[in-house]
């Protein structure tokens, strides 16, 4: 379900799902959590094979680079 507010990463008005993320910003966090092998909370990992994560980061680092776009380094 998609609402029309504010994103929370981004401030920008539009929809966003229900974590209150735009579109633009989701998929920077999709990519912080994979970055982060937090497979259980990505999107996209959920759906990919176990023994091929670690293929799935690298291909984030090699196309996103190694910093986190959204979510604040530790």
Known sequence: M???V?????DSLGQVDDIGL???CGAKMDRDMIRQ???EY???AFGWP????E???KSVLEKYGEN???IAPE
């Open 42 to 44: 990505s999107v996209t």
């Open 22 to 24: 735009c579109s633009t």
């Open 50 to 53: 176990v023994d091929k994560r």
């Open 68 to 70: 986190l776009e959204l």
């Open 37 to 39: 092998r937090a497979w």
């Open 2 to 4: 998609k609402f029309e």
């Open 55 to 57: 293929d799935l980061r």
């Open 6 to 10: 504010q994103c929370q990463g981004c």
